[in-house]
């Protein structure tokens, strides 16, 4: 791994782009429950949550699209049906993973910025950032909605960048998915791989990958 720290070991203030679901919170249940309601609406029967979760990642309208396998249901309809239902309880089974609420303050108190980037519905994004708490840390937060293209588009980086007033070379961008990843590199900025959470890098490749959430904040907060 490259240290980009320099001598004195103090880095200074960067912009962290954190993606969300698999990367802060693990938010399987409650997606693969939304899913179901729509399914069950239709008299289909419900998908299991692990194949629920591999179709994440790519906005709503793919994932009802994927979650339908086929079925003959208009995909505006699934769509509206998803949302409607994830809405309506998204944080009952839905948690943050370990050590991120802490680490996002650390990284906030070190004198870095942070920011969201997620191609879940921006509304929906933004509420689960204030159910955890974590509204004040986040200088932006984009969602699907918010931007004219979601991920793998570099532009909701690019406009993440923008407002909160760094370049491409102080800019992270965090996540668990090849969108994130491909999002990053078409951006020009380092990409961070989180093996833990719902994705892969498909055929991209990550400039560091970490085992968690906690492993990144402490590299990041405590430089070799």
Known sequence: MENFFP???KLPPQLFLFDLDGTLIDSRADI???VNQMRARHDLPPLPMERVVAYVGDGVRVLAQRALEGAPVELDTAVNEISAAYAADLTSRTTPYPGVTDGLRALHSAGHHLGLVTNKPGPHARRLLDHFGWTPLFSVALGGGDTAELKPSPLPLQTAMLRA???????WMVGDHHTDLAAARRAGVRAIFLANGFGN???EQADWTFPDFAAFT?????PP
């Open 201 to 203: 890098t498909g055929t």
């Open 32 to 34: 693969a429950a939304a």
């Open 7 to 9: 001598q004195h070991g």
């Open 218 to 222: 402490a590299y990041f907060l405590a």
């Open 165 to 171: 007033g760094h370049a491409a070379d102080t800019t």
